[in-house]
């Protein structure tokens, strides 16, 4: 489906009812929305995954403004504040309230934008593998670690003078770090919308992703924050996770570490995963319906 948000067309889909009998009434489930990486991806990968949660929550897949299905439209959009006003702008189209807004990787950066500069809309906060700078010596030093200094080549190559053949040759020899376990389907990626010139927009010297910080307005939060972070992914090493945790309120921090587990968590320690997700969603307060 597809609605206009903030001048752009943007791309979501639904899975499960908001609105469920429960006895001689109804109960409105809280409305998960989840954010994808990249940038340059799409919103597929969460499938079939996240179905896990349906139950739970109304789930609400998004793909980006420039990524995906959604328009690409005009570059000058391809930037922050306008993804994380988008996020609003989307809850305010649909008549969300008090989401819970799940950011994983670049998503997470999304959602940092979003609850930074919207800080009383959002109910709940989930920041999975993210960062709110982005250090490139220790991300780099973490390839080495995992890959050798062939694998620290190929992500400087990348991460400072992107382009479309240091992508591909990253996704290919790069990727298959971020993790310790294989993917559960080997398809998944197949099937998404790759959009390069999004990420090559986004990353590189001078780029936002270079600029990017959170740390301070992080503070300004306020609404409970779960930060998961798997301790042997190279993109967004654990001490990134470690910092925002630090630089939220600690009231309404929850920080959880996953050991032998690299980039989104989910692939190498989904059961753990999921039960500490559900826990974060069920302590939300229920709406009425």
């Known amino acids: 489906m597809h609605v206009t948000v903030n001048g752009a067309r943007l791309y979501f ?12 009434t109804m109960r409105q489930k809280p409305t998960l929305m989840v954010l994808h990486g990249g940038p340059g991806f799409d919103h597929t990968y969460f499938k079939p995954d996240f179905t896990a949660l349906a139950d739970l929550a109304q789930i609400i897949y998004v793909d980006h403004r420039g990524n995906g299905r959604s328009e690409y439209g005009d570059p000058a959009g391809w930037n922050l504040a306008q993804w994380g006003d988008d996020v609003r702008g989307l809850c305010d189209v649909l008549g969300i309230e008090k ?8 998503g997470g950066f999304v959602a940092q ?6 800080p009383e809309h959002p109910g709940r906060l989930v920041l999975v593998s993210t960062s709110a700078k ?9 390839f080495e670690r995992i890959g050798g200094p062939e694998a620290r080549h190929m992500a400087e190559a990348f991460w400072l003078t992107p382009s479309a053949e240091n992508r591909r040759i990253y996704r290919e020899k790069c990727h298959p770090l971020y993790n310790t376990k294989p993917a559960a389907d080997p398809d998944a990626m197949a099937r998404s919308i790759v959009h390069d010139a999004v990420s090559l927009h986004f990353n590189g010297r001078g780029n936002e992703s270079m600029r990017m910080d959170f740390r301070a307005a992080l503070a300004g939060v306020k609404c409970p924050t779960l930060v998961m972070g798997g301790e042997t992914d190279p993109i967004t090493p654990i001490v990134f996770s470690e910092t925002i945790a630090a630089c939220l309120p600690k009231h309404l921090v929850q920080f959880e570490r996953f050991a032998d587990c690299g980039h989104g968590v989910v ?3 989904r059961e753990r995963f999921f039960a500490v997700l559900r826990r974060f969603i069920e302590d939300a307060e229920p709406q009425a319906a």
């Open 13 to 24: 889909d639904v899975e499960g009812a908001g609105l469920v009998p429960h006895g001689k």
């Open 99 to 106: 989401p819970i807004v799940y950011g994983v990787s670049f």
């Open 134 to 142: 982005m250090e490139w010596d220790v991300i780099f030093d973490a």
């Open 113 to 118: 934008s979003y609850a930074t500069r919207h």
């Open 267 to 269: 692939r190498d320690a």
